[in-house]
């Protein structure tokens, strides 16, 4: 993200053994709004009337940056320095470095957490779910909301970039990590033949369906109470709301 900011891109992939995937850093992290799906603006939109938002895994700071033109408070985190510092130089000011599983934000501090990107996948099973989803209840009002994102196993097969199957209806995993090359460029300007190759660590990622969402938020102050997606997509979005909502019927769009 920094380097694409700095217009010195490189190429960033996902790779699982000898399957690579383009890291689509422009279009996941720099997109305008404009190109995005119209569930993805209606879940900002719903997610206004609960500031201040917390922006979970915020990246390059694009939805940060929608918020704050519409004049709503935000807060962005980020496990990544790089990706904090992104943020900050494209005008995100309230943003920082944390993780997911023990938030730098106080308690009963903001009213809606925002987490899409498939990262409480990174709970690894349905129990480190329930344990991200007991600490998004921790930072958010006794009325707050949060938003979360998978993929639907049901609507999977091995095709899918990182795929592990499970024995369990509705639960698979995905495994995979990034890579980033790029070529430094000799003291006159001229590329050397040398690249610089960076491969991080390995992501494991628990895949759920809504259904298996549910089991994992039990326990948990959080329900279940919307899941958007479009007709036969294999992504989801689930929006959460506290048990004292619960009368509230969850309805699949």
Not at 21 to 35: E, K, L, M, R, W
Not at 97 to 113: E, F, R, Y
Not at 116 to 138: M, N
């Amino acid at each position: 993200m920094l380097a694409h900011l700095h217009d010195d891109p490189g190429r960033l992939t996902y790779r699982d053994g000898g399957d690579v995937q383009d890291g689509s850093v422009a279009s996941f992290y720099f997109s305008d709004s404009s190109s995005w799906e119209t569930e993805t603006v209606e879940i900002l939109e719903r997610l206004t009337d609960h500031e201040p938002i917390l922006d979970v895994g915020c990246g390059a700071g694009t939805h940060l940056l929608w918020w704050a033109d519409r004049g709503v408070e935000v807060i962005g985190v980020d496990v990544s320095p790089n990706a904090i510092s992104t943020a900050r130089e494209r005008g995100c000011e309230r943003v920082c470095v944390g993780d997911m599983h023990t938030l730098p934000v106080a308690t009963d501090s903001v009213g809606a957490v925002h987490a899409v990107g498939t990262q409480l996948g990174l709970g690894r099973s349905l129990a480190g779910v329930r344990a991200i989803l007991e600490e998004f209840d921790r930072v958010s009002h006794e009325s707050g909301i949060a938003v979360v994102d998978n993929y639907d196993p049901t609507r999977l097969d091995e095709s899918f970039l990182g795929y592990r199957s499970d024995p369990r209806e509705g639960i698979a995993h995905r495994c995979f990590h990034f890579e980033f090359e790029r070529e430094i460029e000799s003291s006159g300007g001229t590329p050397t033949h040398h690249g610089c190759r960076e491969v991080g660590r390995t992501l494991q990622f628990l895949l759920c369906s809504p259904e298996r969402l549910r089991e994992a938020a039990t326990g948990t102050p959080w329900v279940v109470a919307d899941v958007l997606r479009s007709p036969e997509s294999e992504h989801y979005r689930a929006v959460l709301e506290k048990e004292n909502k619960k009368g509230k019927t969850a309805v699949e769009y």
